[in-house]
């Protein structure tokens, strides 16, 4: 799979994709290029799908819909074009799914591309089980609204498994480089694993039955790939966007520095070991422990009845 050449001939395929890959294997710098990459040659082609229905709503209704000439959305930003300023739109998990009554969810014009950085993580979100949903019945009807959805993560099981089985492709990044000549970037070049997930499910499936399938079919269920672009892309997103995290709170405590006291036999030095490092709560555990060991030992006729004791008590 060179992702360079089908890039030149077709727009990133509508559906739901996952970018997977150990840290600092080049995940986001794979999908930012991607991004811009698809903005330079389809960005027409993008704002044309969604003009054909903003026209049809506008026949029936009466009613004008806003359509940018960029459709790209990104829960950070990114620089799609330098030299003119257009960046991505902003779009958070919380507000991408499926229009529905209950909660409030972003409007995507058709022909969109959205790009979800370390969504394994953001899959721990407070709202995530209850928009779930909404975003599971998205992510099935995307090829009807020709969108084309991108989730950056390390760990795909994160996921619910709802979701898992619903990813057209996995892209598993191994490893990413780029040199530079004097003044002058030379291409970026990204190595993966393509997986067509939807078809290694219909295998598992299969297999669960003692159904060999895999030898069968004519189609790929894996394929190795590349993608090049020339130039740098770690300067059109922010690498470290979760930098907030670090920093929630220091204002209260700011950055504390403690010294060693392991070797220090002062008494203020023995004092502030043994304040660190107190045997009492060892001594607690170890009762708890042994508490727990004597009630397995007892019958449940006996539980009961030193329950019933203790509450009369």
């Known amino acids: 799979m060179n992702l360079t050449k089908e890039l030149r001939k077709a727009p990133l395929p509508v559906g739901f994709y996952n970018i997977c890959g ?17 903005y330079k040659r389809w960005r027409n082609y993008r704002y044309n799908l969604a003009c054909e229905v903003a026209e049809k709503y506008y026949e029936v209704n009466g009613v004008r819909l806003d359509i940018d000439h960029c459709l790209y959305f990104s829960s950070t930003e990114i620089i799609l074009d330098s030299k003119r300023g257009i960046k991505t739109h902003e779009i958070d998990l919380d507000r991408l799914g499926l229009p529905n009554p209950e909660y409030e969810v972003q409007y995507l014009p058709r022909g969109s591309v959205i790009f979800i950085m370390e969504a394994d ?24 609204f020709h969108l084309t959805v991108i989730f950056d993560m390390q760990i795909g099981g994160a996921l619910a498994k709802a979701l898992r089985e619903l990813v057209m492709g996995i892209y598993y990044v191994f490893i990413s480089g ?3 000549f004097l003044l002058f970037w030379k291409r970026q070049v990204w190595q993966f694993l393509y997986v067509y997930n939807q078809r290694l499910q219909v295998v598992k499936e ?28 770690f300067d059109c997103y922010n690498s470290y966007s979760a930098l907030p995290y670090f920093l929630d709170g220091i204002d209260k405590v700011g950055y504390v520095y403690r010294e060693h006291h392991d070797g220090d036999l002062s008494i203020a030095g023995i004092k502030a070991y043994c304040e660190a490092h107190p045997l009492e709560q060892n001594n607690k555990s170890s009762v708890e422990e042994q508490i727990i060991l004597l009630m397995s030992k007892l019958t449940k006729k006996q539980r009961l009845n030193l329950l019933k004791k203790l509450l009369s008590e």
């Open 206 to 233: 299969f297999s669960q039955y003692g159904i060999d399938i895999e030898k069968k079919i004519k189609v790929p269920i894996t394929e190795w790939g590349k993608f090049r672009v020339w130039g740098n892309v």
């Open 178 to 180: 780029v040199k530079r």
């Open 22 to 38: 150990e840290q600092g294997a080049g995940k986001t710098s794979l999908a930012v290029a991607l991004l811009r990459a698809d």
């Open 121 to 144: 993580i953001l899959a721990y979100c407070h709202n995530w089980q209850q928009l779930s949903d909404y975003l599971r019945n998205l992510i099935k009807y995307v090829r009807h």
